[in-house]
């Protein structure tokens, strides 16, 4: 079956960096963009990042430009995410999700990661 598994969140200090990874299986991955999405307890899902189907395009939201970098491994059916100077206001839940939208269908169950001094 389809499935997105995310890993790599945690706690970190301001300043920090967390890898994130995100593994497809069930799927054509190397067919699909992909997006990062992140989503605080009571509120709406916010579009992070998003790769286009080759990798060679990356698109980011203003507050995370410059600190996040997405990348993806087709061979190993991978999505990254690589966060540096991570900031409070990064804390959220992380997940990764099929397509362009932040309402696929087609997501992960998330990685906590928490921004904390």
């Known amino acids: 079956q389809v499935q997105l598994v995310e890993s790599g969140g945690g706690i970190v200090q301001p300043g920090g960096s967390l890898r994130l990874s995100c593994a497809a299986s069930?799927?054509?991955?190397?067919?699909?963009?992909m997006i990062w999405v992140r989503q605080a307890p009571g509120k709406g899902p916010e579009w992070v990042s998003g790769?286009?189907?080759?990798?060679?395009?990356?698109y980011y939201a203003d507050d995370v430009k410059g600190r996040f970098t997405i990348s993806r491994d087709n061979a190993k059916n991978t999505l990254y995410l690589q966060m540096n100077n991570l900031k409070p206001e990064d804390t959220d839940l992380y997940y990764c999700?099929?397509?362009?939208?932040?309402?696929?269908?087609?997501r992960g169950q998330g990685t906590q990661v928490t921004v904390s001094s």
């Open positions: 999700a099929r397509g362009m939208v932040v309402t696929s269908k087609v």
């Open positions: 069930g799927f054509t991955f190397s067919a699909y963009h």
């Open positions: 790769i286009n189907a080759g990798g060679d395009k990356t």
